[in-house]
């Protein structure tokens, strides 16, 4: 157990929805990450959040969002959903600022979009 | 372009056979290499990080080496509680601050 916890495990949804995505980190971690994994594109960076606020961006779509409250849990909000956002969603946390290697990863919101 | 390259994709071998996964990499300035295992509908976990090369990380059955272009993940005497993806990911600095970027990973099955 990593101690990252994400909700929901499982969400089928259909195209032009939005959904919420929801992960509290390790107890003490300051810094979330969000990951996207498809079949063909791999772990793929989307977002970090440091204490509040947006560290860092990848490749991540206008129509996602992500914020991180003042309790460090985060939520990462797909909007307009289309068949290719069809994906596992992994949030990491870790202790620093700048980000590091070693993350802790959740297991992972798996995201169906019909 | 910072690029992490995994090889094989997929490797599959008999319990007690010895074999390594390669990690090939392009990063301007790297500042850290990491190994990560992943088992089916879970996320990565860590297991290596290795920073210069020459550098050497063991764990169980696992070894973890760095050249100044490519990693090697060792994996002696496999038992079929090994199999998993194994990850490689670089920490590439950008925009002040460090992204990790993974590479797509070995998926590796170990029969008995």
């Known amino acids: 157990d990593s101690g990252v916890t994400q909700t929901p495990k499982h969400l089928i949804t259909a195209t032009g929805q939005r959904v919420t995505l929801r992960c509290s980190p390790r107890s003490g971690d300051l810094s979330v990450y969000w990951y996207q994994q498809s079949l063909d594109q791999g772990l793929q960076f989307l977002i970090q959040y440091y204490n509040g606020e947006e560290r860092a961006k990848g490749n991540i779509l206008e129509r996602f969002s992500a914020q991180q409250f003042p309790d460090l849990h985060s939520e990462l909000n797909l909007s307009s959903l289309e068949l290719g956002d069809s994906a596992l969603y992994f949030c990491?946390?870790?202790?620093?600022?700048?980000?590091?290697?070693?993350?802790?990863f959740g297991e992972g919101s798996r995201l169906t979009v019909l | 372009e910072d690029q992490v390259t995994q090889s094989p994709e997929a490797l599959r071998l008999q319990e007690g056979e010895s074999s390594s996964l390669n990690c090939s990499y392009t990063v301007s300035g790297l500042r850290g290499l990491f190994w990560y295992r992943q088992d089916p509908g879970k996320g990565p976990e860590f297991l290596f990080t290795?920073?210069?090369a020459g550098e050497e990380k063991e764990k169980e059955r696992l070894k973890a080496t760095l050249t100044k272009k490519e990693s090697f993940l060792h994996i002696t005497a496999p038992k079929p509680e090994d199999s998993a993806t194994y990850l490689c990911a670089v920490v590439r600095f950008s925009g002040g601050y460090n992204k990790l970027i993974f590479g797509a990973g070995t998926r590796l099955a170990v029969h008995p």
């Open positions: 990491a946390s870790s202790a620093g600022t700048r980000g590091t290697g070693e993350l802790f």
């Open positions: 290795l920073y210069s």
